[in-house]
């Protein structure tokens, strides 16, 4: 759990002005550290903001599945709330094995094409790479 101390201006529909608001920041060793609560309260103590998360592992990798925010005036009465729900989620989708292709990448036929690593170059010819010593074979 993390509280901090920022300096701020809040004006609300009351005309009222808060010089100061504490931020609770609260995260889950279980979900990879992840923020899963994050509230705004004015100096009395009042809860202005809140949010809520919660996560979907996914292979150890963690997503969020859902955030619920809730708003408050300054006498803590909810103005507003909101909810969101991921749902479809898809994580490390494979990708087609030509994704990276020297063909998907746009190389025209006949493109010089230089392998800085392996210090060697070629020619792209009929959908190859061919290396250069190579090219009258």
């Known amino acids: 759990m993390f509280l901090g101390k920022c300096r ?3 004006k609300t529909g009351e005309n009222s002005v808060i010089k100061y608001i504490r931020i609770l920041l609260e995260v889950d060793e279980a979900a990879r550290f992840n923020t899963i609560k994050v509230e705004a309260t004015n100096p009395d103590g009042v809860k202005l903001t809140s949010k809520q998360y919660t996560y979907e592992d996914f292979n150890g990798i963690y997503v969020p599945k859902t955030i619920r925010e809730e708003l408050r005036n300054n006498k803590g009465e909810i103005t507003g709330t909101s909810e969101i729900t991921i749902e479809n989620i898809r994580v490390n989708l494979p990708l087609p094995e030509n994704t990276f ?4 990448l746009g190389v025209e036929e006949d493109t010089l094409v230089t ?3 392996k210090k060697t170059e070629y020619r792209y010819s009929k959908g ?3 290396p250069i010593a190579d090219v009258n074979k």
Request: aromatic letters at 8%; glycine letters at 0%; proline letters at 0%.
């Open 8 to 10: 701020t201006t809040w």
């Open 101 to 104: 292709s020297i063909k998907n």
């Open 115 to 117: 392998d800085n690593i």
């Open 128 to 130: 190859d790479l061919v």
